[in-house]
């Protein structure tokens, strides 16, 4: 199972994720740690999808 990576679209497996991030009771898995601190920069714009 996977879940997309919100920042870039990447497929991420959660297992193997470089980063993490809970927003509004969802979590959120990155790719990469950038794109993480981009998530967690302005979660809004990325979580309404
Ligand atoms: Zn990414």
């Known amino acids: ?3 997309k990576d919100v ?3 990447m497929q991420v497996d959660p297992a193997k994720a470089a980063g993490t991030s809970e927003y509004q009771g969802k979590n959120y898995y990155f790719c990469s740690q950038s794109c993480k601190q ?3 920069q302005s ?3 990325y979580a309404s999808a």
Request: hydrophobic fraction near 35%.
């Open 1 to 3: 199972m996977v879940e």
């Open 7 to 9: 920042v870039c679209g």
């Open 38 to 40: 981009k998530f967690d």
């Open 43 to 45: 979660p809004q714009q």
